[in-house]
């Protein structure tokens, strides 16, 4: 019987999956969410593409704000550039698996070009130059009609894998599903290399950082970009699925919401961009089906939706905070702890 | 000549619409003075405040100057409870966690006085009477100007309190340094606490000066978000910088959407935010922060 996860070495603590365990369990997990199109309906179809989305677009956030400690408030615009570009992309006939790195990397730069000037600041500062950008960026989304159709929003044709047309929720599943897996295994790997470390160190204490030799202008600015990719990758994702899109979408919401998922997940760590992304898209899905549910009796309901969610959402994000401040993933971490430890408590 | 004129009235509109602006912003001043908080919140507690004026004159069929007063003790208990149940438990905890809070606090409260209230714009009377203002050809409505005395007045009457109340001082003390604010035996909890209250009664005028007149909708929160050009600009620490800043962006708002377009109302205060932060980070007036290790 196993009594815990102990290590020997410091090999042991850089390994992804710290037991053969939880090896065998992870690809049992990705092999189910992997069939999910052949024996899900079209509703759990659809809602894992969204979930696959967010959960991107989070990891970035995750890098960024997690790891390296820079406050974004920006996400949802770097998606919203990503969705732009694959959107021309698609129009000059690049085919979606080079239009998707494509759109990553101009968000990417377009975060180099808002992360370079604000970086003159931090902490909250910093939070605050990412918020004017956001709205800087979605003015231009709104206004700047030749390239983004302004209100009107762009059309995106369907993506085309060597001549298969990923038309549909289940044929669009897979891109997204090789992204979030792939764009995971990244993230998880750069949290284990010596970028990852200097990230950490610049967040917990960036001149001490500054002091040990990590370049802290280099690696803030590469978080940044990093976190941008990733919305970059999630937002073309997006226009993708969607098929059509408008400005309307990349809200500052959207942005808060993206903070939100990382805090309710846990900050810094993988597990908790999935955790979180997942745990806050089904938030206001399950009290959308609740008042469905509940609109017969009491046909009030229906309006008070959106406001309730707002109230749930606000509410969720503090009683984190206050009562559980490293989120979800911690309480994995306790489930995990109390099986492994059964029959004696923690 | 009537170019000059024009020039006037939009000159004296934003400098006029500056008072209430000034007010905004020295309620989101005084808590990260206070309390080192950035209040997200700051705009939702300002509506919350103009829909209980619009209560106590509406529904409760007050005088607009009773109305004020209940909806001003009104927002002091949601302040206090605010900085009591969120901000109090979370002090110590590291930037993303307040900062997240206060949002959280915003996006309940907004959820929240939709649910109460609808989304729909309710009209409330007005706080001061109708009387507009001829100058020449430069026409001034009365109104501008009455939230303008009112806001300096109110402003005027900060000031003085900080100055030279036992209580006032106690606050600028427990701002300035809280550990050495408590060995002198300041109660920095009931400070902070008093410094959420005046905050959010600062903010609930700003409101209730703005929807006075008109009508009050969830949109007022929104607004708020604009301010932040003006406490960048005038230093996030500093109750003379937000004065002055209010000034300053109120007329080079008013001159941008009379020249430019009224487009640029969007996008205008942000850009402010950007020039600042990447110039001054500190503001015009705030202090510059000196981090050791």
């Known amino acids: 019987m196993r009594t815990g996860v102990f290590f020997e070495n410091y090999h042991g603590e850089e390994q992804l999956w710290d037991s053969r365990t939880a090896k065998v369990w992870m690809a049992i997990f990705v092999g189910a969410v992997a069939t999910l199109p052949w024996w899900g309906s079209d509703y759990m179809v659809a809602m894992a593409c969204i979930v696959g989305i967010h959960l991107i677009a989070t990891m970035g956030l995750n890098i960024t704000t997690g790891s390296a400690g820079l406050i974004s408030l920006s996400q949802a615009a770097f998606m919203g550039v990503g969705c732009y570009a694959v959107s021309w992309f698609a129009r000059w006939g690049l085919p979606f698996w080079l239009a998707l790195p494509l759109a990553g990397t101009l968000a990417a730069a377009i975060g180099m070009l808002v992360g370079l000037p604000s970086l003159r600041v931090k902490g909250m500062y910093f939070a605050i130059a990412t918020l004017a950008a956001h709205f800087v960026l979605s003015f231009l989304f709104r206004e700047w009609t030749p390239v983004t159709g302004g209100p009107r929003g762009v059309t995106v044709p369907p993506a085309n894998f060597f001549g298969i047309e990923l038309a549909g929720d289940r044929r669009m599943f897979y891109p997204i599903f090789a992204c979030a897996l792939l764009l995971g295994l990244a993230a998880a790997n750069i949290g284990r290399s010596y970028v990852g470390r200097a990230f950490v160190a610049v967040r917990d204490r960036d001149i001490s950082a500054e002091i040990l030799g990590v370049n802290l202008l280099r690696y803030k600015v590469l978080a940044f970009m990093l976190g941008a990719f990733y919305a970059g990758i999630a937002g073309g994702l997006l226009g993708y699925f969607y098929g059509a899109i408008t400005s309307e979408y990349f809200t500052f919401s959207l942005s808060v919401f993206y903070v939100a998922a990382i805090i309710v997940g846990g900050l810094g760590r993988v597990l908790g961009s999935v955790l979180g992304a997942v745990f806050m898209t089904f938030v206001p899905e399950s009290l959308r089906l609740l008042s469905s549910a509940l609109s017969g009796s009491v046909p009030a309901l229906a309006s008070l939706l959106l406001p309730m969610g707002q109230v749930v959402f606000g509410a969720l994000i503090i009683a984190f905070l206050i009562f559980e401040p490293h989120g979800l993933a911690q309480v994995w971490a306790r489930v995990r702890r109390t099986f492994h430890l059964w029959p004696f408590r923690t | ?293």
């Open chain 2, 1 to 293: 000549m009537t170019d000059f004129y024009v020039l006037i009235e939009f000159l004296l509109l934003g400098l006029l619409a500056s008072g209430i602006s000034a007010l905004m912003a020295l309620s989101f001043v005084l808590v990260y003075k206070g309390t080192h908080v950035v209040n997200f919140a700051a705009g939702e507690v300002m509506m919350l405040g103009a829909y209980l004026y619009y209560t106590a004159a509406v529904v409760l069929k007050l005088p607009p100057a009773a109305a004020l007063l209940l909806a001003l003790a009104g927002i002091a208990l949601a302040s206090a409870a605010i900085e009591a149940l969120v901000l109090r438990p979370l002090a110590g905890q590291p930037t993303i966690a307040i900062l997240m809070a206060t949002i959280g606090m915003a996006s309940l409260l907004h959820g929240g006085v939709e649910i109460i209230w609808g989304q729909d714009p309710l009209e409330t009377p007005a706080l001061l009477p109708r009387f507009p203002v001829n100058w020449g050809e430069v026409m001034i409505p009365g109104a501008a100007i009455g939230n303008f005395v009112l806001a300096s007045l109110l402003i005027a009457a900060l000031v003085v309190f900080f100055r030279f109340s036992r209580a006032g001082i106690a606050m600028r003390a427990t701002a300035s340094d809280p550990v050495t604010a408590a060995t002198l035996g300041i109660d920095i909890r009931a400070s902070q606490r008093m410094t959420w209250v005046l905050a959010g009664v600062t903010g609930t005028v700003a409101g209730a000066l703005i929807v006075s007149s008109g009508s009050v909708s969830p949109a007022l929160a929104s607004s708020a978000l604009g301010v932040f050009a003006v406490v960048i600009l005038g230093g996030l620490d500093s109750v003379a910088g937000a004065i002055l800043a209010s000034l300053v962006v109120g007329v080079l708002e008013s001159l941008t959407v009379g020249y430019i377009g009224g487009k640029m109302r969007d996008v205008f205060p942000y850009l402010v935010v950007l020039a600042m932060l990447i110039v001054r980070p500190y503001g015009l007036l705030g202090t510059r922060e000196i981090e050791r290790l």
